[in-house]
């Protein structure tokens, strides 16, 4: 006799196989599966931070540069910034300035004879959301002669109309240096789209013929979990539905820096957001660095993520490199940033750490030394000394460290990597490479761990490069599925798996893929997030075997399980025929079987603003006996 009954059992695609499929699963013990298996990568890339998953609504707020073009600066510049009224803006470095960190303001200069209200507005990153049902926070430092009320409000381009304001008393002279400014406050209405605008404007007659000079002018909409400088809550409850175990961060391309000195620098992240310069990024605009390390480890607590941490390990992406005489600053550095996260306290940087609010050390398991060292030339110096010089200073110091090597064993020969550091493999594949991948782990050392810190389907089956998909579909996202079981079947030599591309705005990259895409009010949950989100909630402890009465293709699949005996097993069918049944048998349990589907009209579909072509459905039912 035999039952036939999975405690889960996850169906991905069009349909099922033209023949009867029979899956029996193994009640053995099996391999235990990576207790981080399933997890997000972060980078500011394609606005994801800055105008993303930042929740800070101002564009160029402390006037720190906009657009980066082949490393060409100085970035510094007004965008983003109108006048409204009799005044004209300028950009101004005279003494005192609010902070070194900060070496330029918007000087306002108002008109003599000037009457009524005058001022400026911000556009935002391509409007913004503005919603009564959540809190706005605006903030401003201002310098100069000024008594009277300064106005902040949204408007809507839509409707030409104001959607909410807060007001300020000013009573301050120039001798005043620079006095700081700070109010929550509520819309009265919500605007009909994204097309908005924040304006600050006070009374031209009392500032005409004068300067007042403003710096660091943000608003915040109501944060997740309400952390300080945080995380925009759609897109971070979105990630939060994910159920992914790790965040990998903070990059990345945009750690290694387009240039010398560009690289992400720990240090100037941290602290207060007057006193963090911002950089040139890697993706073609300034980064304010408010989504800083700090902010990242808060994202770790609120989502319950391991931290997978990587750090600078001395290559640009121009091709610069620091040579071996050089590189012990670059170390010392790295140590200085893992005392500021696991640092007592009583420590130098402990104690840094302790006065922004974070008085007991983080937990950090894994260090990823630099990003994708096999780009620019960067393999010799990586394995000849980079590498080891890194790795040898946090072993000293933390000798439990799991530390990952950027490159992964196949892109050089006669590696000289320690035992048992992890190996990072990054995978851009078509859709049927993609699936080609089902099996690549089956054979592979199980003493040489290996973390896939990115992946995706960016070519279909009719295109190569660089011909990439715009958008997931339903073929891409289930040839990622197929690619997950085999890391899946194998999870006890693979760390981890996170997507390339996690979010980007659809105004700043629309034509590649990303698991989320965004607008300053919306968000699409693309064929790829459906398929993680499938796979990240539904992994047990150890792998179980499965075996059929058919080979593999069209139809795929894996199974685990956990110890409280729930069993999961997925089946993703790629490209197959239409509908039969599949039998799936668990000897010996009895129970409730949910069956989880993604599914979608055809191998095209593709989910996109305001036409979500996934369809995600839930059954359960009883286990049924068969002699």
Known sequence: MRYNISRLFALLGIASTAHAVTLTVSTAQGNATSPILYGLLYEDVYHSGDGGLYSELIQNRAFQGTSVFNNQGPYQTLQYWHTRGSDTLTLDNQAPLLTSALPWQMRVDV??????ATGFWNEGYAGMNITTATRYAANFYLRGNYKGQILAAFWSNTTNSM?????????????????????????????????????????GASTAGQSLRFQMISVFQQTYKNSNNGLRMDLAEALNELGGKFLRFPGGNNLEGIASPYRWKWNETIGPIINRPGRPGTWGYVNTDGLGLLEMMQWCIDMNLEPLLAVWGGLYLDGEIISEADIGAYVEDVLNELEFLLGPSTSHWGSVRASLGYPNPFTINYIEISNEDFLNGGIPSYVGYRFNAFHDAIKNAYPNMKIISSIWSGYFTNPSMPAGVIQDLHDYLSVDDMVSKFNGYDHAPRNQPVLVGEY?????????????????????????????????????????????????????????VAIIKHTPNALVRSMSYYVSKLFFTNVGTQTAAVSGNVGYGPLYWSATKNDAGTYFVKIVNYNGAASTPVTVVIPGKTGVATLKTVTAPDQYSTNSLGNTQSVWTETQSFSHYEN
Not at 111 to 116: C, D, I, L, P, R
Not at 178 to 198: G, L, R
Request: net charge negative.
């Open 163 to 203: 959607l909410g304001s807060t007001t300020f008393q000013v009573d301050q002279t120039e001798a005043n240096g620079w006095v700081p400014y700070a109010q929550t406050f509520t819309t009265q209405f919500s605007a009909p789209d994204e097309k908005n605008t924040f304006h600050l404007t006070f009374d």
């Open 111 to 116: 008109a003599n004879g000037a009457t009524g």
């Open 456 to 512: 995706a389907a960016i070519y279909d089956a009719e295109h190569t490069n660089p011909n990439q998909l715009d958008n997931p579909t339903l073929q891409s996202a289930t040839s990622e599925a197929v690619y997950f079981l085999g890391l899946e079947r194998n999870s006890d030599v693979i760390v981890g798996i996170c997507h390339g591309a996690l979010i980007k705005s659809l105004h700043d990259e629309p034509d590649n």
